[in-house]
């Protein structure tokens, strides 16, 4: 039996609920510039915000995706927990 779909699957449904929960900026900056490969400068056209705001914008929303996916994965090893917010939006997709 495969053990490795069940927990891929588990932290794909993780990542989702946790992305679910970041406050809508911090999401809609997140998925264009991990999700969509949007430049910096491509985000703050499309939000309407200088090149400046949407750098200091996705930087929270990581930090932000990175420490509320830190919360729920505690028990897990700490190269796990430190993933990058890239790597954790691929898994939930």
């Known amino acids: 039996m495969d053990t490795a779909k069940p927990e891929c699957d588990s932290r794909s449904a993780r990542a ?5 929960r970041l406050p809508h900026r911090w999401r809609r900056v997140l998925w264009c510039m991990e999700a969509a490969r949007l430049t910096t400068a491509d985000v703050s056209r499309k939000l309407g915000i200088s090149r400046n705001s949407a750098a200091a914008l ?12 830190s919360q729920v994965c505690a028990g897990e090893p700490s190269r796990r927990r430190l993933a990058a917010p890239g790597v954790l939006l691929a898994e939930a997709v």
């Open 16 to 20: 989702r609920r946790r992305f679910a």
């Open 58 to 69: 996705a930087y929270r929303a990581r930090k932000g995706l990175r420490e509320s996916y």
